[in-house]
């Protein structure tokens, strides 16, 4: 106790077996690599449950050998943390272990071993996610068995949307049927997959299918978004007035933009393509007519 100096004081107390006190004395001193030497002396000279016990007393000591391990023993951690009975902290071992392997047959288990982990734990909402983790990399390793494409390591978005894109529509369909995807969601997947690979056919056929369920602004979205703006002229009729407005505005088409303007008495989208027009005489008269037509008419 008349030592002053953690560095001198606490390998003095590992030698007359004060493990604990020697651990907090590390602790106090502030210096990690102190802490450290305690640590791993304690372990070298305790049996593994005489050691937990030790360490399991000291917060910090415990949180700092936890960190060590994981970086150096995975071993001793997977000991450690199964004598603590931290089941949620095994499982996201096990998940960090799926990512680590190569063999898919070894991923699965890993991920099979994280899902009796977190039923342990009663973690309900983070072995559904596992569970569904599990059967999407399991549909992605048979899709690449059968397509001879890569799709592993992708969401489930991902993953469907890359079917839309390579034409694999009825895989598509099934994947989705599979993991519940909405209807609502599933359309936006296809309409913004064809969009990005330009099969205007296939996005025509879909909104002759059935009534959108997100309206038919983002097929024209899309269309823009690629630069095709003559197939986004196909689904202006069937857009809503006050939204097709909008999109004949985005499309620069302002002279039908000015008529729709004015059959809905729109006055504020009228000075719009006003300032958007200032260099077409023609446009400016024609928009100027309306205003004017509105104006005495109130």
């Given at each position: 106790e008349h030592e002053v100096r953690a560095d001198k004081q606490v390998p003095l107390l590992l030698k007359l077996g004060q493990g604990a006190q020697a651990l907090n004395k590390a602790i106090v001193s502030g210096d990690t690599d102190l802490i450290y030497h305690v640590i791993l002396s304690?372990?070298?000279?305790?049996?593994?449950?005489?050691?937990?016990?030790?360490?399991?007393?000291?917060?910090?000591?415990?949180?700092?050998y936890n960190k060590y391990c994981s970086q150096y023993n995975k071993a001793a951690l997977q000991s450690w943390l199964q004598q603590e009975d931290d089941w949620n902290a095994l499982a996201k071992q096990s998940l960090i272990e799926s990512y680590n392997v190569g063999r898919i047959e070894s991923r699965l288990s890993?991920?099979?071993?994280?899902?009796?982990?977190?039923?342990?734990?009663?973690?309900?909402?983070?072995?559904?996610?596992?569970?569904?983790?599990?059967?999407?990399?399991?549909?992605?390793?048979?899709?690449?068995?059968?397509l001879g494409r890569v799709y592993m390591n992708k969401s489930l978005h991902a993953t469907i949307?890359?079917?839309?894109?390579?034409?694999?529509?009825?895989?598509?369909?099934?994947?989705?049927?599979?993991?519940?995807?909405?209807?609502?969601?599933?359309?936006?997947?296809?309409?913004?997959?064809?969009?990005?690979?330009?099969?205007?056919?296939?996005?025509?056929?879909l909104s002759k299918s059935k009534k959108s369920l997100i309206g038919f602004g983002p097929f024209v979205d899309v269309c823009v978004e690629a630069g095709c703006n003559d197939e986004a002229l196909r689904y202006l009729p069937l857009i809503q007035p006050e939204e097709r407005l909008k999109y004949l505005m985005k499309l620069g088409m302002f002279?039908?933009?000015?008529?729709?303007?004015?059959?809905?008495?729109?006055?504020?989208?009228?000075?719009?393509?006003?300032?958007?027009?200032?260099?077409?005489f023609s446009l400016l008269e024609r928009v100027a007519a309306h205003k004017q037509k509105l104006q005495s008419s109130r």
């Open positions: 304690l372990q070298e000279q305790h049996s593994t449950a005489e050691f937990h016990m030790i360490i399991r007393g000291v917060d910090l000591g415990a949180r700092l890993s991920l099979v071993t994280a899902q009796e982990y977190y039923k342990k734990a009663r973690s309900d909402f983070n072995l559904s996610a596992t569970e569904e983790t599990s059967k999407l990399l399991n549909h992605q390793s048979k899709l690449e068995e059968k949307s890359q079917l839309v894109e390579e034409g694999e529509f009825k895989l598509a369909d099934k994947l989705r049927a599979e993991f519940k995807v909405s209807d609502r969601k599933y359309l936006w997947l296809r309409i913004r997959a064809l969009g990005r690979t330009k099969q205007w056919g296939e996005l025509a056929n002279a039908d933009a000015a008529d729709l303007a004015f059959t809905l008495k729109n006055i504020e989208a009228l000075t719009a393509i006003e300032v958007k027009s200032v260099n077409n």
